[in-house]
């Protein structure tokens, strides 16, 4: 190995992960780039899956957690969230005894205290990615019932890591409530890979099975489709816009059906077109057809992942104008940015990217310049999750130091 090439890693990653949805997706695009820096990574999680499997279809596993969900009691539900401690921490330890890590790397998840347990054990550095308050937005949406026992877990969690790596400076203010030691709190966001660029064929080949026209302007969306997203706003919009302007959702939720009812009773069903679940790799050449692309709604302390893919990829975005987002984007620089709670905002922004090619073109150049030049992909992401774990070894390692050198005193 070269003098100057950092030791390898050897990381244990543990996660809670059973849905195959943009979760899926983050753990994969982090998990390969710590493998192509040469680090060793095993994944200890749920089901017993590479996660670079189930970025598609559900699995097995997915509709099982979802069946017990809804027929269980909330906090019957919750209580199992908990006992699931016992067979993670069985697991956890096996692959530790195994693998024999050098820190663990933890996607966070309420209630899942595994980590936590064998980082005391086997006083192993822990980082511990965050994604969500996870206890504040279950109780805000009535999705939790032991709140006292979720906000402890979380707080334990939140304070027990070496280091904690929220992925917005918003959800960083609301670790540092909790954590109070600004030092260990580093902002991550989510990345893209820009070595992803499906070929001209495949793009081609999308607009194709769309039926969409040379001279189609294509508003698009991808995700799971839920009413607060907005994506009704752009189908109420297509009306008010040139008529070869249609929209492509690609991705599914419970908000598909009503959309599809609006659509007929608007005469729109020509313009829009519902692709469904697909699988991740085939995910950007629907998004190379896109020229407007919507983030049309984000909760307030998210690091929209979605977001990074559409500005990979160069394509004009129209986002919320709020604190999450202007971390990443500009108005008028590299998207449009519109008042999350007027449509008609929403509106105009979308009226004058239909209207203007060129600034399409602009703000989509910018917007992958702006990943390049800010290194907001996973590669990056990887290279400082690399070196926060040397700095956690290598003050692990000076303790053990003093302590054995007072000892001897």
């Known amino acids: 190995m070269n003098a100057m090439t950092p030791p390898q890693l050897r990381i244990l990653y543990h996660h809670r992960i059973a849905a195959s949805d943009g979760m899926r997706v983050h753990v994969a695009g982090l ?49 199992l969230e908990l006992l699931y401690n ?53 109780k805000a949406l009535g999705q939790l019932r032991l709140v006292g026992v979720g ?24 670790v540092g409530q909790k954590r109070q030691d600004a030092a260990s709190i580093h902002v991550v966001p989510n990345g893209a890979d820009l070595a992803v660029s499906p070929d001209e064929d495949a793009a081609v080949a999308a607009r194709e099975r769309l039926g969409l026209t040379a001279d189609a302007v294509v508003l698009g969306f991808v995700g799971f489709v839920r009413a607060w997203h907005g994506v009704g706003w752009a189908l109420e919009a297509l009306p008010h816009l040139p008529p070869t302007t249609h929209l492509v959702i690609v991705g599914d939720g419970p908000a598909l059906a009503g959309l599809r009812t609006r659509a007929e009773e608007l005469g729109l069903t020509a313009r829009l077109h519902l692709v469904g679940r697909v699988r991740h790799d085939e995910v950007s050449a629907y998004m190379r057809t896109f020229d407007i692309a919507l983030q049309t709604a984000s909760v307030a ?30 108005d008028g620089v590299n998207a449009l940015l519109f008042d999350p ?29 702006t990943i390049e030049e800010r290194r907001l992909t996973w590669a990056h992401n990887a290279e400082r999750i690399g070196r926060l774990s040397r700095d956690l070894l290598d003050g692990a390692d000076a303790k053990r130091r003093h302590a054995s050198g007072a000892n001897r005193a």
């Open 301 to 330: 302390y998210a690091s929209p992942l979605k977001l990074f893919e559409y500005m990979a990829l160069g394509r004009a975005v129209i986002a919320p104008d709020q604190p999450n987002i202007r971390e990443v984007l500009d």
């Open 31 to 79: 998990v390969q780039a710590l493998r192509a820096q040469g680090h060793l990574v095993r994944l200890v999680g749920p089901g017993g899956v590479e996660v670079e499997q189930a970025a598609g279809a559900p699995g097995r596993l997915e509709r099982v957690i979802d069946g017990l969900r809804r027929r269980l009691p909330q906090w019957a539900f919750e209580s």
């Open 341 to 369: 709670d007027s449509e008609m905002s929403f509106r105009m922004m979308l009226t004058r990217l239909c209207d203007d090619a060129a600034l399409r073109a602009q703000l989509g150049a910018r917007a992958r310049m």
């Open 151 to 174: 906000e402890r877990c979380e707080r334990a969690l939140w304070r027990g890591a070496d280091a904690v790596l929220p992925v917005t400076g918003v959800l960083a203010g609301m």
């Open 86 to 138: 016992a067979p993670a921490y069985a697991r956890l330890s096996a692959a530790a005894r195994d693998f024999r890590p050098d820190v663990i790397y933890e996607r966070y998840n309420l209630f899942l205290l595994a980590g936590l347990w064998l980082r005391a054990r086997r006083r192993l550095p822990m980082l511990l990615e965050i994604n969500s308050p996870l206890a504040a937005e279950r």
